[in-house]
């Protein structure tokens, strides 16, 4: 039994230590927002962060997060009901299309404010690898600099 910290809770997870932390978030702790998407960390829709870090789960074994790792889903970003500043950003910008990937994107833009509050174009370009099929990114692109300012 492996115990995990997830949102901020110690959550226990009866997985074989090689299974994806992906399929341990949505299939047996039931949280489905992380999306799967390729399976071979390219696409981005099952991005969460690992110790503050984005990070594609579908490659990432259980064994490597049962030690104490924090990890936050797209669920524990709103707090108390209220959707962070990107979040937020997201809905204002019109963001979302079809929405499977948003929240990989929205993961991936948590991470790079946090770690470039007030990012370029450049920064963004090169911080968002996850791929959407609706070919929102100049809706990303902007929704991440209104959240910078927010």
């Known amino acids: 039994m492996a115990v995990l910290n997830v949102n901020g809770k110690s959550l226990q997870a009866n997985a074989d230590p090689r299974t994806p932390l992906l399929w341990v978030l949505r299939d047996t702790l039931g949280l489905t927002g992380t999306k799967y998407g390729c399976g071979i960390a390219q696409c981005g829709a099952c991005t969460v962060h690992i110790d503050g870090v984005a990070t594609r789960s579908c490659q990432v074994p259980l064994s490597a997060v049962a030690s104490g790792k924090k990890i936050v889903t797209i669920e524990g970003l709103a707090q108390d009901g209220k959707l962070n500043r990107i979040q937020q ?24 404010l946090a770690a470039k509050p007030n990012p370029t174009d450049a920064d963004i370009d090169a911080a968002m690898t996850n791929i959407c099929r609706c070919g929102t990114y100049q809706q990303v692109r902007e929704a991440i600099h209104a959240a910078a300012k927010a």
């Open 89 to 112: 950003a997201w809905l204002d910008n019109d963001v979302p299309q079809c929405g499977y990937c948003q929240s990989g994107m929205i993961m991936a833009a948590t991470a790079l």
